[in-house]
């Protein structure tokens, strides 16, 4: 992890960071890095503190490591969803093989970073998460070709009709479950519905920090939310198209 911080302050206001991360080093280095960032920082040693915490002052915005003793980040972040928590969680985790990775995800985890990381792109993750949380778009709204807006704000593809507002999605009649980043995700390629869109381009959108051809990023989130999207028997509507990107459509 790098020890130096951006200088400039991603918002005016300073957003409330509650970081959790039991070894002590990681711990008061991340610390100071978001405090000189200009966010206000406080850390804690565990998921029980984690929890505690989060009970007392709800934060804007998590930074949970997976792997503490006790409760872990991943059983931090299944309690508060369970509880109707919807505050954004970024994840630290030392695991770095995709079903480990998912396993956040399936907890709740809006996004992850892998250690040994540089702050820079905990940076770009948090200020991603933070825009999408006070309702930003990660889209201009315009739509692709096939993209259908609905009067009343909703914008559909093939079967898939979202509500951007509500911030639900449904394929058909089923009700899809999606975490924060997943539904910006789908709500990119609805949007631009039969248009190839590149990596470059879905990671400046999503995460506003493209994180370069060696990252899994982005091909992790895209198949678990294949997982949700499509069903045995059900059309795929999202295609990788080989060396460029992704695009949704009916084949």
């Known amino acids: 992890m790098s020890p130096t911080a951006a200088s400039a302050t991603p918002h005016a206001a300073s957003p409330t960071v509650l970081l959790a991360e039991d070894d002590r080093a990681i711990r008061h280095a991340l610390e100071r890095a978001l405090t000189l960032e200009g966010y206000e920082v406080t850390a804690v040693a565990d998921g029980v503190e984690a929890i505690a915490q989060a009970h007392r002052s709800a934060p804007d915005i998590l930074v949970l490591d997976v792997m503490m003793p ?60 933070l825009r999408r ?22 914008v559909a593809a093939a079967d898939l009709r979202m509500d951007p507002q509500a911030r639900r999605a449904w394929r058909g009649e089923r009700e899809l479950e999606l975490t924060r980043t997943e539904f910006d995700l789908l709500e990119l390629l609805v949007r631009n519905a039969g248009i190839v869109l590149d990596h470059a381009t879905i990671y400046d959108r999503i995460w506003g920090y493209d994180f370069g051809p060696g990252s899994k990023n982005l091909a992790v989130y895209v198949g678990y939310l294949r997982r949700k999207v499509d069903e045995p028997g059900a059309t795929s509507l999202i295609h990788t198209v080989r060396g460029v990107g992704y695009v949704l459509r009916e084949d």
């Not at 969803?81 to 954004?88: S, Y």
């Not at 006070?134 to 009343?152: F, L, Q, R, V, Y």
């Open 133 to 154: 949380s006070n309702g930003a778009s990660s889209d201009d709204g315009s739509g692709g070709p096939d993209a259908s807006p609905e009067p009343d704000g909703q």
């Open 70 to 129: 006790g409760i872990d980040g991943l059983q931090v972040c299944r309690v508060l969803r369970a509880e109707g928590d919807r505050t954004p969680i970024l994840m630290l985790t030392a695991l770095v093989e995709t079903p480990d990775r998912i396993a956040g995800l399936d907890a709740g985890a809006d996004d992850y970073v892998v250690k040994p990381f540089d702050v820079d792109e905990v940076f770009a993750r948090l200020r991603a998460l």
